[in-house]
């Protein structure tokens, strides 16, 4: 029992836990490089719809809605109209977060740490109404048979 007791008289359970400069250090990183990741995947989608469209609708690969998948014709259109909006959208984010991560440089971890956030948030609504703003626009232009509405 002597034994183990001078055993955790020796032991410093603090010495276990890592640098908080260290961790700081990553969550600060972490943050700048999570600013960044959903603008360049929306504009890297975005140019892979626009540039490199699926050539017939599927339920795995490309922007799939109801009426965007009715004939071929609405299949492309919307894949090319969907690259358009997401190219667009994900450039003006990058180059937004981007001025963004400039500003920040120099700040508290704080300060950065909640920016992040709220930048994510502002990217999460944008994209959310694009994607809304393309639905409303494939349901006014086709109806639920890929037919351009006003043609049949």
């Known amino acids: ?13 603090a010495a276990l836990l890592p640098d908080i400069s260290l961790v700081v250090g990553i969550m600060e990183v972490f943050a700048r490089i999570l600013i960044l990741l ?29 009426f965007g998948m009715g004939s071929v014709d609405a299949w492309k259109y919307t894949q090319k109209l969907a690259g358009f909006i997401y190219m667009c959208l994900g450039g003006v ?14 700040k508290d971890t704080l300060t950065l740490l909640t920016t992040a956030a709220i930048c994510l948030v502002i990217e999460v609504i944008l994209t959310g109404l694009a ?3 393309l639905n409303i626009f494939l349901i006014i232009r086709y109806d639920r048979d890929g037919y351009r509405r006003g043609q049949r």
Do not use: C, Q, S, W
């Open 38 to 66: 959903p603008p360049l995947i929306l504009g890297g989608l975005g140019l892979a719809y626009f540039f490199k469209p699926i050539k017939e609708a599927n339920h795995i690969f490309g922007y799939r809605t109801y």
């Open 1 to 13: 029992m002597d034994a183990i007791m001078n055993l955790l008289k020796e032991f410093d359970p």
């Open 131 to 133: 994607v809304l703003a």
């Open 93 to 106: 984010l990058t180059l937004a977060m981007i001025i963004v991560n400039l500003v920040l440089i120099g």
